[in-house]
């Protein structure tokens, strides 16, 4: 069964810095993974997909790649500002799921002005 | 504007009530979902159709229900059956299906008293 994992929960940074969050999946045989980030109490926003076959994806000051081998995503982003305070979740969709999405638990991320 | 709305944003049940969450969206999307979130957990699904008229089961789908009538819309009904409806409820939907990108509307906290 396809387990998605986010480490860690919760990461607070000053502001400026370049950080990277991570998700990793158990089945390498996705079709996409997606990222989002969602606001307290918001619903989710699109963030970046990544298609099976591309390595990464870019938009503005977020770049997410993909690993299928090792089972692995990042969402990097480049210096962080108090507005990307938020939760990140990643999402991915392959056959062993029925082509539904499986979900991580999200990472909360503060950036400390 | 294009996009997804849900009401009400917040929703109080008394035990042994049924409930409706509403879900529209004008960007003439084939595909919907609903999703349950719980704190510190993915999100997982209820229901989702592809299509209008017809519709399937997620992996919790017992004590809810729906219906797709017309394209834009997507209700969701809390029944009684439901043990422990307490939770923020997402709609979503996507151009097709699974495969392509989904847009979140805000969601609804239901809180049971």
């Known amino acids: 069964k396809q387990e998605v994992t986010q480490i860690p929960a919760a990461l607070s940074v000053p502001e400026g810095e370049n950080l990277v969050l991570n998700c990793s999946f158990t089945?390498?045989?996705?079709?996409?993974l997606q990222w989002f980030r969602q606001d307290p109490g918001k619903g989710l926003t699109s963030l970046l997909l990544?298609?099976?076959s591309q390595r990464e994806q870019t938009s503005g000051r977020l770049n997410a790649s993909l690993d299928k081998s090792s089972g692995r995503s990042t969402l990097y982003i480049a210096a962080s500002q108090p507005g990307d305070s938020a939760t990140y979740l990643c999402?991915?969709?392959?056959?062993?799921?029925?082509?539904?999405?499986?979900w991580g638990a999200g990472t909360k991320l503060i950036i400390k002005p | 504007d294009g996009g997804i709305t849900q009401s009400p944003k917040y929703l109080f049940r008394k035990e042994g009530q049924n409930v409706t969450l509403s879900c529209e969206q004008n960007?003439?999307?084939?595909?919907m979902y609903w999703y349950r979130q719980d704190p510190g957990q993915g999100l997982r699904l209820i229901y989702y159709?592809?299509?209008?008229?017809?519709?399937q089961k997620g992996d919790i789908a017992e004590g809810y229900s729906v219906s797709r009538e017309k394209k834009e819309s997507f209700p969701l009904t809390v029944t009684s059956a439901q043990k422990n409806p307490t939770a923020f409820y997402l709609c979503?939907?996507?151009?097709?299906?699974?495969?392509?990108?989904?847009?979140f509307g805000p969601g609804t906290r239901l809180t049971v008293l």
């Open positions: 979503a939907s996507s151009i097709e299906g699974w495969g392509d990108r989904q847009f």
């Open positions: 960007l003439n999307h084939d595909a």
């Open positions: 159709s592809q299509i209008v008229n017809d519709f």
């Open positions: 089945d390498s045989a996705i079709y996409n």
């Open positions: 990544i298609q099976s």
């Open positions: 999402a991915v969709i392959g056959r062993e799921s029925n082509y539904q999405l499986i």
